[in-house]
């Protein structure tokens, strides 16, 4: 049974930098969406950041475009996204997700994905 499994969350003041890893078990990396989502209290799920691995393109919600980089480590099976200049309204629940293999959707729509991580807790202090 496919797993993905989120690493790296933790806390840091506004402007600091936090990495967040997902490795995939028990299936592929390549030729399908990897994606990001977050969850701030109050508010519905979002994506934050998407790619289509072995192509390498890449998708970004406006609020964190410039700030946020995700990229693939084949080697490992894992995705990676690098947070710069976190702001306290980055905050929130991350989640890591991936879609069907081969299939081309919306990269940031939640409907996209079929394996998802249990979350992990990113917050920003002002």
């Known amino acids: 049974q496919e797993q993905v499994v989120e690493s790296g969350g933790g806390s840091v003041e506004a402007g600091g930098s936090l990495t967040l890893s997902c490795r995939v078990f028990?299936?592929?990396?390549?030729?399908?969406?990897m994606a990001w989502f977050r969850e701030a209290p109050g508010k519905e799920r979002e994506g934050v950041a998407g790619?289509?691995?072995?192509?390498?393109?890449?998708y970004y919600a406006d609020s964190v475009r410039g700030r946020f980089t995700t990229f693939e480590d084949k080697a490992k099976n894992t995705v990676s996204m690098q947070m710069n200049s976190l702001k306290p309204e980055d905050t929130g629940i991350y989640y890591c997700?991936?879609?069907?293999?081969?299939?081309?959707?919306?990269?940031?729509?939640?409907?996209?994905?079929?394996?998802w991580g249990q979350g992990i807790q990113v917050t920003v202090s002002s």
């Open positions: 790619i289509y691995t072995g192509v390498g393109n890449s």
């Open positions: 028990g299936g592929s990396l390549s030729n399908r969406y």
């Open positions: 997700a991936a879609g069907r293999q081969y299939t081309l959707l919306g990269a940031l729509e939640p409907g996209t994905y079929v394996t």
